[in-house]
């Protein structure tokens, strides 16, 4: 051990080496050494008598001893006989039994073994002592070494020396719950996208992005792109179910030889829900912690803890106003303090509650009452929809209409070298959302089949992912694409969806129910006319700018389909109003009220 500490071995090593080798007799058997007085050590435990019969130097009878005594079938000292041989020696069957004072037993006061152990009677440890001792040490030496003590107090200084300035920010704090980034972006998460995206240059305010997991999120976008251009190119999920988040690809081994420094624990803000990034300014902070390597327990382990106390660390920045963008305040608010804002994008649960997933429709019975009651302020895309809260009991004071802007799409520059996907037809009839039972797309190709039967129907393309209940649309789907007028276009790009609603001839939009209705306005920013369900939600957006049916009556949308397909004149009068009326939704405007209501929220004064 001398030579090692000398040489600069490592403290772990020197403190593995100072712990005696069962597998080594002459350093685990002290007995051994006191046999040999002249220091030159004990003969290995295979000596026997040479061939002559005289006793080998070292061995048992040539130190004097007697051949039936413990010392000379090395027990006396700890040493146990060959497995073979524990038969033959005297008194091999009861040594050690107490009582027993026949030959070869233990003598009262003596240091050999009790029978079965690994304790001597003096309290000596043996081989086996050692090992265990040897087996547990060594793992509390490797995983509490100083470096790895200090790499883990390190970390715990940063997250308290974050949680300490996160609490003196002067500015209005907003804990925002970012799940639905976390998946493939529908109108949940464009809306929230698009919020962020517009307050993100506010010096007056301070939104904290808080995920699910509060972990380290995806990939970066590619290179060279720009938030907007990155959302650009993205593939458009109308509003519907989302789909399950992508898992990110399995980091690869850390070399043996890297070094242990801690990386940062707060890694930098990214999108997890497709390639584009999330909004970034001075009013965006991403909360998110990160156990780095080297601690003194696993990576792994350390992020178990850092998840379960996610909404205590999340308690702890003291946020003035917590802010859920999709019906629910997560779980991860539960102990926060603060001024509660929830956005209800619809009621649609309540009204048709079959045309809602089982399974969403559980969550929102189970979590929309309690947010209802516990929300300081309800924010609703519509008038509509606000109405709907006040008439289920909500207090008027509580809520708050704000209208959304227009959609996902490009900007103007971009939109106007927009080109639809390959194969469009010159002219066609357009519809875009989920392909649920909500949307009522059956009412739209009962109507658009009597279209083609009576001659001079375009094409009816569809734009959208196929949701739940959908087996019998399906067959309706495949049947009208073999009789050629329908054609399923499913996901398009933003890009490619800005350019179908330019060139669409018409816009069909048959909804048993809508919160707002965000391809309505999509529409009317690229001047497309438009035949709507006659709801009261798309007579608060649309206005006259579009004609209206009830929705399950297909001869009357047959009709005012024909109108519109028919008559040039009405179709450009649609069109004009459009954009005027389309001109009226903004993301800027919409995001600024959002920000007004947190204020009001939290009673803050105006900014």
Not at 262 to 273: G, K, R, S
Not at 313 to 335: I, T, Y
Request: glycine share 10%.
């Amino acid at each position: 051990m001398e030579r090692a500490a000398g040489g600069g071995k490592d403290t772990l090593f020197v403190a593995a080496m100072a712990i005696p080798d069962p597998s080594s007799s002459a350093s685990a058997d002290p007995g051994i050494a006191s046999a040999d007085p002249s220091g030159a050590g004990a003969a290995p435990a295979s000596a026997s008598p040479d061939p002559a019969g005289k006793p080998r130097p070292g061995s048992p009878d040539a130190a004097g001893l007697g051949a039936g005594s413990p010392d000379a079938a090395g027990l006396g000292a700890g040493r146990r006989p060959a497995r073979g041989d524990r038969s033959e020696l005297p008194g091999a069957a009861t040594r050690g039994v107490p009582g027993n004072t026949g030959p070869g037993s233990t003598p009262p006061g003596s240091t050999g073994r009790t029978a079965g152990s690994g304790q001597t009677r003096g309290g000596a440890a043996g081989p086996a002592d050692w090992a265990g001792a040897r087996a547990f040490a060594l793992p509390v030496l490797r995983w509490f070494s100083p470096r790895r003590l200090e790499v883990t107090a390190a970390f715990i200084f940063e997250v308290v020396r974050q949680i300490r300035r996160r609490r003196a920010e002067p500015r209005l704090t907003v804990a925002v719950d970012i799940d639905a980034l976390y998946e493939t972006l529908t109108g949940v998460g464009w809306y929230l996208y698009e919020i962020l995206d517009h307050l993100a240059q506010r010096d007056d305010l301070l939104l904290r992005l808080y995920g699910h997991q509060m972990a380290p999120p995806g990939p970066l976008a590619p290179a060279g792109l720009t938030t907007r251009t990155a959302a650009a190119e993205v593939e458009t999920v109308p509003m519907g179910d989302p789909d399950p988040a992508p898992v990110p690809a399995p980091a690869g081994p850390r070399s043996p030889d890297a070094p242990l420094a801690p990386p940062p624990p707060f890694a930098p803000a990214t999108l997890l829900a497709a390639a584009t990034r999330l909004p970034a300014g001075p009013a965006i902070e991403h909360v998110t912690y990160s156990a780095p390597d080297g601690m003194v327990v696993p990576p792994w382990r350390a992020d178990q803890w850092l998840r379960r106390l996610a909404p205590l660390l999340l308690a702890a920045d003291r946020n003035r106003v917590l802010f859920g963008p999709n019906f629910l305040l997560p779980p991860l608010f539960r102990f926060a303090a603060g001024a509660r804002v929830v956005a209800i994008h619809d009621l649609a649960f309540r009204r048709l509650p079959w045309v809602v997933r089982p399974d969403t429709a559980r969550a929102l019975a189970d979590g929309l009452e309690r947010t209802l009651l516990e929300a300081d302020l309800l924010l609703a895309d519509s008038e509509t929809v606000a109405g709907e809260l006040v008439a289920g009991g909500v207090a008027p004071s509580r809520v708050r209409s704000i209208h959304l802007g227009p959609g996902h799409l490009p900007s103007p520059t971009v939109l106007a070298a927009a080109s639809p996907p390959l194969g469009t037809p010159a002219r066609y009839g357009l519809f875009v959302g989920t392909l649920e039972p909500r949307k009522n797309v059956a009412t739209l190709l009962t109507a658009w089949r009597q279209l083609h039967r009576d001659g001079g129907a375009p094409p009816l393309l569809l734009c959208g992912p196929r949701g739940w209940r959908a087996q019998a649309l399906r067959r309706q789907l495949a049947e009208a694409e073999s009789e050629g007028w329908l054609r399923y276009l499913g996901y398009v790009s933003p890009v490619e969806l800005a350019a179908l609603y330019r060139g669409a001839a018409v816009v069909a939009l048959p909804s048993l129910y809508e919160g707002f209705g965000m391809p309505a306005v999509e529409a009317m920013v690229a001047g497309a006319p438009l035949v709507l369900s006659d709801l009261p939600v798309f007579r608060e957006v649309a206005g006259d700018a579009a004609l209206y049916a009830p929705a399950r009556r297909s001869d009357v949308w047959c009709e005012r389909l024909r109108q519109v397909l028919e008559d040039d004149a009405l179709r450009l009068t649609l069109s004009r109003r459009a954009r005027e009326r389309g001109a009226g939704f903004d993301w800027r405007r919409a995001a600024a009220a959002t920000a007004d209501a947190w204020r009001e929220a939290a009673g803050a004064a105006p900014g």
